[in-house]
C-alpha cells in the first residue's frame, strides 16, 4: 500500500550520527579519540556480518576501533584474561562481547567482567539495574534503546499506549519491556511482554497500539495479529531456507511485512529498520563512554 508509513530507520541513524560527529569533533579538539574494542568468539556468520557494520560506522565517524576474534575453541578464562587486558586499556572507552557465544562460555560470567564504565553494550548487570530503577547514569543496550529512539524521533507517542512486546530475551524483549514501562519521557506505556508459553497471543497482539516483534521465528506476525493503525516494529533477523537465492537462503524478520504494511499505521522496513538504529546507539553509548572517562 502506502509507502509513507514506513519508518526509515536508515535516515534516523544518520541524523544521530551526525548529532555524534560533532561531540567526537569536541572530544579530538580536546586530544581524545573515543576507542571501541570488539571481541568474537568463533564464527559465527551473522556476528561477522554485524561486528563489520559496526566496525565501519566506527570509522566512518572517526572512532577508533579493534577487533579481536578469538576461536571457537577458546576457553572462558582466556576470553576473562583478553576482557582484563581491555578493561585495563586507557586507549579503549567501550567494550563490546558479541552475542552469541558458544556455548561452554556462560554469557552472565562474561558480560559481568566487562568494566561497567565500558559497557557500552549495557549488558552488565550494573547497567541492567540501573535501567531497572529508571537512573539514567548506567548504559542502556543498543537495541531496546533505538527502538524507543526511533518512536520518539518519528513522533509516536508511548504515553499511555499499550505495547505489545513478543520475546523476553535479555537483549531486546526484558530490557524493552523495562524501559517503555518507565515514567519517563518516551516512554510511560502499558507494556504486556508475550512470549512460548503465552496463551493465545493473537488476542494480546490485537490490543497492541505498538507491537514490538522480537521473538526469533520468521514472519510469526500475520495480518491478522495487527489492530488497524498499529505501530510495527520488527526486530527479527531469520535466515531461512530461498532456493531462487545464489546462497540458497535469505533473511527475513518475526513480521510477514508483505501482508503487515497495508494494515500498520506505521511499521518497520527489515532490513533499514531497527539494525541500523543499533549500531548507532552503540556510537552513542561510546562517545558518552570517552566524554565521561574524560572528566574522571
Ligand atoms: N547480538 C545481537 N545483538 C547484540 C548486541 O546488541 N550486542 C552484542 N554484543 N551482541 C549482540
Known sequence: MQATNLIDGRAIAA????????????????????GL???????????????????????????????????????ESELLGLIAKLNADKRLHGILVQAPLPAHIRPAVVYSSVSPEKDV??????????????DPTGFEP?????????????????????????GRGNIVGKPLAAMLAQKARGANATVTICHSATRDIKAHCLRA?????AIGVPLFVKADMVKPGAVVIDVGVNRVPDQTS????????DVDFAAVQPIAGKITPNP?????????????????????????
Open 15 to 34: 541524523q544521530i550520527q551526525a548529532e555524534l560527529a560533532q561531540r567526537i569533533a569536541e572530544l579530538k579538539s580536546r586530544g581524545i579519540q573515543p
Open 37 to 75: 574494542a570488539f571481541v568474537r568468539v568463533g564464527e559465527d556468520p551473522a556476528s561477522k556480518v554485524y561486528v563489520g557494520r559496526k566496525e565501519k560506522v566506527s570509522a566512518e565517524l572517526g572512532i577508533y576501533s579493534e577487533t579481536h576474534v578469538l576461536p571457537e575453541t577458546t576457553t
Open 121 to 134: 553494550d549495557g549488558f552488565h548487570p550494573l547497567n541492567l539495574g540501573k535501567l531497572m530503577l529508571g
Open 142 to 166: 543498543c537495541t531496546p534503546a533505538g527502538i524507543r529512539e526511533l518512536l520518539v524521533r518519528t513522533g509516536i507517542s508511548t504515553e499511555g499506549a499499550h505495547v505489545v512486546v513478543l
Open 209 to 213: 497500539d505498538i507491537l514490538v516483534a
Open 246 to 253: 545464489p546462497s540458497g537462503s535469505k533473511l527475513v524478520g
Open 272 to 296: 533499514g529498520g531497527v539494525g541500523p538504529m543499533t549500531i548507532a546507539m552503540l556510537m552513542r553509548n561510546t562517545v558518552r563512554a570517552a566524554e565521561s572517562q574524560a572528566v574522571q
